[in-house]
């Protein structure tokens, strides 16, 4: 434990944006797990709505740091792939 009150604050502040980032993330999942269902269940005007609230929360995952632009590329053509199969 910190003995230095900037430190102690430090301390505190990355917990909390550690949390936040944690909260952003999991909700990112979450819409993309959405999209995967909705594409199992083969509904495909479904799954362009679903993609479309995915691809906000993709992109603004990357505006935030919580991604990268390559890994924001890549989950979104894996679900235009799997969108297109149906």
Do not use: F, H, W
Request: charged fraction near 30%.
């Amino acid at each position: 434990m910190p003995n230095i009150r900037s430190a102690k604050k430090r301390v505190s502040i990355t917990a909390q944006k550690s949390l936040r980032n944690k909260m952003a993330k999991s909700s990112l999942k979450t819409n993309i797990k959405k999209v995967q269902v909705v594409v199992a269940g083969g509904d495909k005007a479904a799954a362009g709505s679903a993609y479309i609230e995915a691809q906000k929360a993709i992109d603004k995952a990357v505006a935030r740091g919580l991604i990268s632009r390559n890994a924001a590329a890549r989950r979104k053509s894996r679900i235009c792939k799997a969108i297109g199969k149906i």
